[in-house]
């Protein structure tokens, strides 16, 4: 693997896709069932299936029960490995909440709060006057 520049690196690149994978990949996302698993993004759906893919062979191991998958200032989605399916969390002016859980607290949560990320977005809705807990 090419050793990039520092400030070229990223977490992320760019993969190609036959279109055939594509076009079966964005019929599923307009299923129930992509979105009660919830998938929302083609990168959603090849994330999970290459990282379940390379685990069933023996080339990647999670590095712990649950993989940040994304955020933005509306919460985050983790993946949780046991459940095998996504999870987001929402980040609101009266709290957070896990929609898998439809609870204000839970393991999701606690994971969540983890995340560096995650917790600047608190300090920072926090100090706009949300009730959100401190980090």
Same mark, same amino acid.
């Given at each position: ?9 990223? &977490? ?11 076009? #079966?990949?964005? /019929? !599923? =996302? ?5 979105? &009660? ?11 999970? #299936?290459?990282? /379940? !893919? =390379? ?14 998958l994304n955020h933005d200032e509306n919460g985050i989605k983790i993946f949780d490995i046991q459940q095998r399916k996504p999870i987001q969390i929402y980040i609101r002016p009266q ?41």
């Open positions: 693997m090419p050793n990039y520049p520092e400030e070229t690196q990223s &977490k992320h690149a760019t993969v190609r896709l036959p279109k055939e994978l594509l076009n #079966a990949i964005e /019929e !599923f =996302l307009q299923t129930d069932k992509a979105q &009660k698993m919830g998938f929302l993004h083609i990168t959603d759906v090849a994330t999970t #299936a290459v990282r /379940e !893919f =390379l685990r069933d062979q023996g080339y990647y191991t999670p590095p712990d029960r649950y993989i940040n709290g957070i909440w896990c929609e898998q859980c439809q609870k204000t607290t839970c393991e999701h949560i606690d994971y969540a709060l983890t995340q560096p990320d995650i917790q600047t977005t608190i300090r920072k809705k926090r100090r706009e006057g949300w009730n959100l807990p401190d980090t």
